[in-house]
């Protein structure tokens, strides 16, 4: 595992919240250079004094050179703790999920909002629908099973679609990817009801299309 030694008087910043480390805050960083090299490799995250801050996901190719997952020392990074996370994520926003109509998209996973920085997951028309996934860091994209593995259990939808935002995933060093991760892949043109708005979408790229009339 890759040991990240943050600057002197930069931890601070991390033990007040916040989940992200610039390359500006990192005194030096060891390991094997195949995980230095591997976009969301797991370290732990020290202060100069080697005092343990927590675990992060490391990412050479990053402007955001780590996304901190857990302050927690007895908190491994693993599919565990992943699938806890989108359970979380899920629970939280199931009552809205479960009274929406057809065709209504709400989000599911909200990045750093439920300690899964960088996934973004939303849920067209409930169980029966579509759900669509960005993995916008390498931290959830080298954990991209477990989550899909988490979404499609605890939603019960057995549809999942991978969307990318190329200027994004090559700011991670990722491959620009869309596809079908599970089940089938969404219909070209879909009605969406996003509150009081109604339009139609390509949930594959997320273009919307001349709003319709109430």
């Not at 929406?100 to 998209?105: E, F, K, T, V």
């Not at 909200?110 to 409930?126: A, I, R, T």
């Amino acid at each position: 595992m890759l040991i990240i030694t943050i600057k002197q008087g930069k931890e601070k910043s991390l033990l007040a919240g916040d989940p992200w480390i610039y390359p500006t805050a990192i005194e030096r960083v060891d390991g094997k250079p195949q995980e230095k090299s591997k976009p969301g490799s797991t370290a732990i995250v020290q202060t100069s004094s080697r005092q343990f801050i927590g675990r992060a996901a490391y990412n050479a190719h990053s402007q955001i050179r780590a996304r901190m997952w857990s302050y927690k020392e007895d908190e491994p990074v693993d599919h565990a703790m992943i699938k806890r996370r989108v359970k979380a994520a899920v629970a939280k926003r199931l009552p809205a999920l479960r009274a929406a109509g057809p065709n209504a998209l709400l989000p599911l996973v909200l990045g750093e909002e439920d300690g899964l920085s960088g996934l973004l997951v939303h849920s067209w028309s409930g169980q029966d629908g579509y759900l669509i996934c960005q993995f916008n860091s390498g931290g959830v994209e080298a954990w991209k099973v477990a989550i899909v593995q988490a979404l499609l259990a605890e939603t019960g939808c057995p549809n999942v679609y991978q969307r990318s935002d190329e200027l994004i995933r090559k700011g991670e060093g990722l491959p620009f990817i869309s596809r079908v991760l599970a089940g089938e892949e969404p219909p070209d043109h879909v009605l969406v009801i996003e509150g009081n708005q109604r339009y139609s979408m390509d949930l594959c790229t997320g273009f919307k299309f001349p709003k319709l009339r109430s």
